[in-house]
Structure formats: structure tokens, C-alpha cells
């Protein structure tokens, strides 16, 4: 079965380090990967996504993420997290060759970033 | 501004009454789709409509019903709610690898 796996419920990061929220897929072909935010009692916000081209892709607020081929990982990084960073964080892909809207979501991660 | 609008934005129903959960956007897309979020599950599809008077069933179509009547609007139905959909439900509108999503509709059904 086609699934997006977040490994960790929650991240905890001091302001100021890095953060990586991580990401792997298990779908067939090459799938397009997303990364969405959520803010409390927010909608969905668009971060990133990767289509093709260059493994790194650099987003919203300074936010980036590497696709690994061979991993089958789409991480999430910043270099120097925000308080105001601490949201819901979602990985998403879509299956190529199926419905143009069929996004395939993870669980969930959520960040907390401490001053 | 793009935009996809869900209405209402909270609400408590009891078992069995009818709802409907509105959704509008306004990029002409073709592409919508009904989610519900619920802890620890991430975001599922409920159902999707490819455009006027096309809809199909996504992972977790059961209790649920839709229409689309026109392009602009795909309203979700509950016939007869029940617990279980207690959720947080959210609209997308879709183009390409473009996805645009509501703001949320936080259903409570006691």
C-alpha cells in the first residue's frame, strides 16, 4: 500500500537550532512531495514541494527540504528555528499516474520550539 | 485573491439531524476534495470531484455525500451524523500541483 510515514509525533527544538522534521514515502514511480503547515485553528498552508530538478528545495520562511531518491525521505530543515516556527507540520505526496488530487498525507509532526 | 471558503467554521450537531458543510473557491478549478483530520491519522480523503457532475469516493467515503453542481461550489453532506464524524474537515481546490485549502469546519456531534 502507497503511505507517507512522519516517524516522530512531536519535535522538540531550542530557538535558535536547527530543526528537522523527517519524512519517507513508499509509493510506486515518482511522486511529487509536499510539505504543508498548519497553524492552531489555522487551515493547511503550502511550504514546499518537490516536482524535479535539484534534491533541495528551498520554501516558505526559510524553510527547505532534501529529497533522497534512494532513501525515499523528503526531511524538512531549518537552519536556525522560530518560536513563532512551533506548528503541525504534514508531509504529503501525490501518486503519479493517479487522480491529480489524490495527496497521500503523513500523521502529522508537531513542532515546538522553546525560547 | 485566491481563496476557498468553508462554511460554517464550527459546529455542534446532535446525532441524526442533517448537515451540510459548504465549500466555494474561486480559481476555476476543476479539482476539489473533502478531507477530515483527525489525531494521530493525519488528513484522509473523504471524497473528490474531477469537475462538474464528476465525483468519486476517496479513503473514508462512508456516511458522507457530496454534489457538484457547479464549478465553484462542492458542499459535503451527512445525512445522519453520528459520533464517529466528529472531525476537523477541510475543502481543497486543486490545478496541476497547485492545492489551496479552506480554513477548516470543526464538526462536534453529540
Known amino acids: 500500500a502507497q503511505s507517507v510515514a512522519q516517524p516522530e509525533d512531536q519535535v522538540n527544538v531550542a530557538e535558535g537550532n536547527p530543526l528537522t522534521v523527517k519524512c519517507t514515502y513508499s509509493v510506486s514511480g515518482n511522486p511529487y512531495l509536499f510539505w504543508y503547515v498548519q497553524y492552531p485553528n489555522r487551515g493547511l498552508q503550502f511550504l514546499l514541494k518537490?516536482?524535479?530538478?535539484?534534491?533541495l528545495v528551498k520554501g516558505s520562511y526559510g524553510f527547505e527540504a532534501e529529497f533522497n531518491k534512494s532513501q525515499t525521505s523528503f526531511h524538512l530543515k531549518k537552519p536556525s528555528a522560530l518560536v513563532s516556527d512551533s506548528a503541525l507540520y504534514f508531509c504529503?505526496?501525490?501518486?503519479?499516474?493517479?487522480?491529480?488530487?489524490?495527496?497521500?498525507f503523513g500523521k502529522g509532526t508537531k513542532l515546538s520550539v522553546k525560547p | 485573491e485566491a481563496q476557498v471558503t468553508q462554511n460554517p467554521r464550527y459546529l455542534i450537531t446532535v446525532t441524526g439531524k442533517k448537515l451540510t458543510v459548504t465549500c466555494s473557491q474561486n480559481m476555476n478549478h476543476e479539482y476539489m476534495s473533502w478531507y477530515r483530520q483527525d489525531p494521530g491519522l493525519g488528513l484522509r480523503q473523504i471524497y473528490y470531484?474531477?469537475?462538474?457532475?464528476?465525483?468519486d469516493k476517496g479513503d473514508v467515503p462512508e456516511g458522507y455525500k457530496v454534489s457538484r453542481k457547479e464549478k465553484r461550489n462542492f458542499p459535503l453532506i451527512l445525512e445522519s451524523p453520528s459520533p464517529n464524524q466528529t472531525s476537523l474537515y477541510f475543502c481543497a481546490s486543486i490545478r496541476g500541483t497547485e492545492a489551496f485549502f479552506g480554513q477548516g469546519t470543526r464538526l462536534t456531534v453529540v
Open positions: 504529503a505526496v501525490r501518486v503519479p499516474g493517479g487522480s491529480q488530487g489524490n495527496l497521500i
Open positions: 470531484s474531477m469537475n462538474v457532475e464528476v465525483t
Open positions: 518537490y516536482i524535479t530538478g535539484d534534491n
